[in-house]
């Protein structure tokens, strides 16, 4: 366990790994190091799954090795890893499909609100106006559809691909983000609570990590049907839905933690049912299977009396619970969410001079890394030179926890040049949060029109949305940096290209980067 304890900069940690040792449990730090080394030739880049004669591998140190037994060179393994990863969006379009299933509804009901309607419609150039169920359902498809892939073979052409081919994904959640304001308004900035102390011993704790906003919509419909059932059952405080490692700018969910500090929560005693959206990635599964917790993959079309059934069987859960739990971290972070900002905005503060430079700290919680260390640290060195920076998701409730949030509270939840230029950072270094994952889309566009030097950081790289991002960002001319080694190695073409746009450095590093950036007159 001494090993482990060095791996977070969690301050409750020790008592959940003492725990998991006196009960025997392995925790996901414990699987990472007994695996070492993992597969070399994964790391660079140098495996091939593309067909059932393989799987093939290139050896780096074996000139004589230059193809795989289709002919695939090492660039071409390299190249098509990353395109494999970068445009995995049929999550993203089996929730366009539900959500634009129900705007129609709304559409045809006459229920939308007729502005924010007409605002999207022009926005997305929807064929026939606001109105046409049609022309929605043509710019689903466009959306959708997979790109194209372009034959040009050299490097610079497929790094062009992989940068439309991400930012193709986060025009994607954009109008993903956009069919769920016309269903639900447009958000305002709200408050949430994050912390371990969000489990309740009183309630049916529900941990919903990566799910889709249709379910959370759901889930909170559930909740509010099934109350008296759970109270019936003893439990007085009926369904409590918490968030891992994400924001809701639609539903007053807390967020019990980030994605880093799953197992914490589960160790706790006190989550009954956790939700893992299809395709996501959660660190949580192993432990899950030595406790009490109901544990559910959840596709984006589960049917809410599939949902019900998992509410029953969290239910049972709760009431066989012993006592109230571990939960040695009371204490929660009260944190906004859903700031609005600006071009224009962020114009004015380059102008008043008051305002160095724009970071986006962005990514998920990667277990090669000490969790959370790197993204602290960055925020208050950048903080102190008057670096405004922006979080959303996983990496904002990373922040959050740790006090790192701003709590100004802006008139009408748009701030003001005023308020930004006034704050003393280096006194009180803060984050403005955008939201959840889904705010990830509008940040690149509001990185599109920036005039102050803007700089994406990526600390923890975890998952393919994040290198999404990543590139997304990239392709608007942000320098982009990440913590977490991108497996591109193997084809010195590829890795020269991408380092080109994406740059790697240690982690203890990065804080240094990010700050040499913003201060290099060149």
Same mark, same amino acid.
Not at 415 to 427: G, M
């Given at each position: +366990?001494?090993?482990?304890r060095?791996?977070?900069?969690?301050?409750?940690?020790?008592?959940?790994?003492?725990?998991?040792?006196?009960?025997?449990?392995?925790?996901?730090?414990?699987?990472?190091?007994? +695996?070492?080394?993992?597969?070399?030739?994964?790391?660079?880049?140098?495996?091939?799954?593309?067909?059932?004669?393989?799987?093939?591998?290139?050896?780096?140190?074996?000139?004589?090795?230059?193809?795989?037994?289709?002919?695939?060179?090492?660039?071409?393994?390299v190249?098509?890893?990353?395109?494999?990863?970068?445009?995995?969006?049929?999550?993203?379009a089996?929730?366009?499909?539900?959500?634009?299933?129900?705007?129609?509804?709304?559409?045809?009901? !006459?229920?939308?609100?007729?502005?924010?309607?007409?605002?999207?419609?022009?926005?997305?150039?929807? $064929?026939?106006?606001?109105?046409?169920?049609?022309?929605?359902?043509?710019?689903?498809?466009?959306l959708?559809?997979?790109?194209?892939?372009?034959?040009?073979?050299?490097?610079?052409?497929?790094?062009?691909?992989?940068?439309?081919?991400?930012?193709?994904?986060?025009?994607?959640?954009?109008?993903?983000?956009?069919?769920?304001?016309?269903?639900?308004?447009?958000?305002?900035?709200?408050?949430?609570?994050?912390?371990?102390?969000?489990?309740?011993?009183?309630?049916?704790?529900?941990?919903?990590?990566?799910?889709?906003?249709?379910?959370?919509?759901?889930?909170?419909?559930?909740?509010g $049907? +099934?109350?008296?059932?759970?109270?019936?059952?003893?439990?007085?405080?009926?369904?409590?839905?918490?968030?891992?490692?994400?924001?809701?700018?639609y539903?007053?969910?807390?967020?019990?933690?980030n994605?880093?500090?799953?197992?914490?929560?589960?160790?706790? !005693?006190?989550?009954?049912?956790?939700?893992?959206?299809?395709?996501?990635?959660?660190?949580g599964?192993?432990?899950?299977?030595?406790l009490?917790?109901?544990?559910?993959?959840?596709?984006?079309?589960?049917?809410?009396?599939?949902?019900? $059934?998992?509410?029953?069987?969290?239910?049972?859960?709760?009431?066989?619970?012993?006592?109230?739990?571990l939960v040695?971290?009371?204490?929660?972070?009260?944190?906004?969410?859903?700031?609005?900002?600006?071009?224009?905005?962020?114009?004015a503060?380059?102008d008043?001079?008051?305002?160095?430079?724009?970071?986006?700290?962005?990514?998920?919680?990667?277990?090669?890394?000490?969790?959370?260390?790197?993204?602290?640290?960055?925020?208050?060195?950048l903080?102190?030179?008057?670096?405004?920076?922006?979080?959303?998701?996983?990496?904002a409730?990373?922040?959050?926890?740790?006090?790192?949030?701003?709590?100004?509270?802006?008139?009408?939840?748009?701030?003001?040049?005023?308020?930004?230029?006034?704050?003393?950072?280096?006194?009180?270094?803060?984050?403005?949060?955008?939201?959840?994952?889904?705010?990830?889309?509008?940040?690149?566009?509001?990185v599109?029109d920036?005039?102050?030097?803007?700089?994406?950081?990526?600390?923890? +790289?975890?998952?393919?949305?994040?290198?999404?991002?990543?590139?997304?960002?990239?392709?608007?001319?942000?320098?982009?940096?990440?913590?977490?080694?991108?497996?591109?190695?193997?084809?010195?073409?590829?890795?020269?290209?991408?380092?080109?746009?994406?740059?790697?450095?240690a982690?203890?590093?990065?804080?240094?980067?990010?700050?040499q950036?913003?201060?290099?007159?060149?």
């Amino acid at each position: +366990m001494r090993k482990v304890r060095r791996k977070t900069t969690e301050p409750s940690a020790r008592t959940y790994l003492l725990q998991a040792q006196k009960e025997g449990l392995e925790l996901s730090w414990n699987h990472w190091e007994t +695996m070492l080394p993992q597969d070399g030739f994964g790391l660079l880049g140098l495996t091939c799954q593309e067909c059932l004669q393989g799987p093939c591998r290139i050896n780096p140190f074996r000139p004589e090795e230059t193809a795989a037994i289709c002919g695939y060179t090492r660039d071409d393994l390299v190249f098509n890893g990353l395109l494999r990863r970068v445009s995995q969006t049929s999550q993203l379009a089996e929730i366009a499909q539900l959500l634009l299933e129900n705007c129609l509804q709304y559409i045809s009901g !006459g229920k939308a609100d007729g502005k924010i309607l007409q605002d999207k419609a022009d926005y997305w150039q929807v $064929e026939g106006g606001a109105q046409s169920l049609t022309g929605w359902m043509s710019k689903a498809w466009e959306l959708t559809a997979p790109l194209a892939e372009p034959g040009q073979k050299s490097g610079k052409d497929r790094l062009e691909i992989l940068l439309n081919t991400a930012a193709h994904s986060l025009t994607l959640l954009k109008f993903n983000s956009d069919l769920l304001e016309i269903l639900q308004g447009t958000p305002g900035l709200g408050k949430r609570r994050i912390g371990l102390g969000n489990l309740a011993g009183n309630s049916v704790n529900i941990c919903l990590d990566g799910v889709s906003p249709v379910l959370w919509s759901m889930a909170t419909e559930l909740a509010g $049907e +099934m109350e008296q059932e759970a109270v019936s059952a003893g439990l007085s405080d009926g369904y409590n839905l918490l968030l891992v490692g994400d924001f809701s700018l639609y539903q007053d969910f807390n967020i019990v933690c980030n994605q880093g500090a799953v197992e914490f929560a589960l160790l706790s !005693g006190l989550v009954d049912l956790f939700l893992v959206g299809w395709g996501s990635i959660s660190r949580g599964r192993n432990l899950a299977g030595s406790l009490q917790t109901v544990w559910a993959e959840c596709p984006a079309r589960l049917s809410k009396e599939e949902l019900r $059934e998992l509410f029953r069987q969290a239910a049972k859960t709760a009431r066989q619970r012993k006592n109230k739990g571990l939960v040695t971290d009371n204490y929660g972070q009260i944190v906004n969410i859903g700031y609005s900002f600006t071009s224009g905005l962020l114009q004015a503060a380059a102008d008043e001079g008051t305002v160095k430079g724009l970071c986006i700290i962005a990514g998920g919680s990667n277990i090669k890394v000490t969790a959370d260390e790197m993204a602290v640290k960055l925020l208050k060195t950048l903080a102190a030179q008057n670096i405004l920076c922006l979080s959303y998701g996983n990496a904002a409730v990373t922040l959050g926890h740790y006090g790192c949030l701003a709590s100004a509270e802006p008139k009408g939840g748009s701030l003001e040049l005023s308020e930004i230029i006034s704050l003393d950072y280096a006194a009180n270094p803060v984050a403005y949060c955008l939201g959840g994952e889904t705010a990830a889309a509008t940040t690149v566009e509001l990185v599109k029109d920036s005039a102050l030097k803007v700089l994406a950081v990526f600390p923890e +790289m975890t998952s393919n949305a994040d290198l999404q991002a990543a590139l997304a960002f990239a392709q608007t001319g942000a320098k982009v940096l990440t913590g977490v080694k991108v497996p591109v190695d193997g084809s010195e073409l590829i890795c020269c290209e991408l380092g080109q746009v994406l740059e790697y450095y240690a982690p203890e590093e990065i804080a240094e980067k990010a700050l040499q950036y913003f201060t290099d007159e060149s």
